[in-house]
């Protein structure tokens, strides 16, 4: 077992050596406390026969305990400087594969059935690069493929917006979007202080558990209507759902079949209700 490479000593020593510098514009805020890296390893490797997909490897932090861990890892890095680097940090690993390459633009359905049909249990882990945390949160909720589960650092707060729950300021559609597909666990907050250079931001891990489909519902009309419900946050269902409809008579007569007040504002309606809602509008 060679040295955690999360630690500001190991940290320095590498962006020193392969003089590194990091780059706001990929999210470069590498983790430098081994703790923590552990942490999210063991909750992210769900099992002895895991394949982990991991998001921006940086100079290996994370990947180095998942490699521990895990059958294998599969990380896919933008930054063109870090796979030479990745290869050297990483060396004493066999079961390690660098990719060079956006992950918004990888066919990940195309990985995981691959994994999966040889029998593993493929997972998604990261310490997600902060300016693209939601597109590449869809990208794997979209992907029609058998993720087990998806363990990911990201900004507290909006970390705090995807597990938020009814009648809380951070309940808005993402939320509602987000735990329609998926069970949302909070694992932990983690503060700036873990991270070189340190963000202005505190982070949160957060795990995500894929939902079955729901055949009855057609997802791109039933989220147009969360953030039609959503669009002026101050106001009532009856007034956000009629404009959305474009006929406040029908809205009136949708939520009254759902059973839901008009005068409630959607901030207080549950992700059964919002499906309820849909039902009566567009159900058969
Ligand atoms: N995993 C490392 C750690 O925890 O120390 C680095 C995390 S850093 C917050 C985010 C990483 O994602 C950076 O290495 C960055 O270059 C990479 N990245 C940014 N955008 C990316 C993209 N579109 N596809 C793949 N990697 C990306």
Known sequence: MSKAIATPSRTKEILETYDLFTKKNYGQNFLIEPGIVEKIARSAVISDHCVVIEIGPGIGALTQQLAYLAQKVIAFEIDERLPKILRETLAEFDNVEIVNQDFLKV??????????EQGYDVV???NLPYYITTPILFQLFE???PIASITVMMQKEVADRFSAKPNSKD?????IITQYRCEV?????VPSSVFQPKPAVDSAVVQFFLKKKQDQIEEEPFFAMIKGCFKQRRKTMLNNFGTFLQDKEKAMQYLESAGIDAKCR??????????????VAYGS
């Open 266 to 279: 959607a901030e207080s309606l549950t992700l059964e209700q919002f499906i309820r809602l849909y039902e």
């Open 143 to 145: 992907a029609q493929a």
């Open 185 to 189: 666990k909070p694992l932990m907050k």
């Open 171 to 175: 309940y808005n559609a993402l939320s």
């Open 107 to 116: 066919d990940i359905a195309a990985y995981v059935k691959s994994y999966t």
């Open 124 to 126: 998604v882990a990261a």
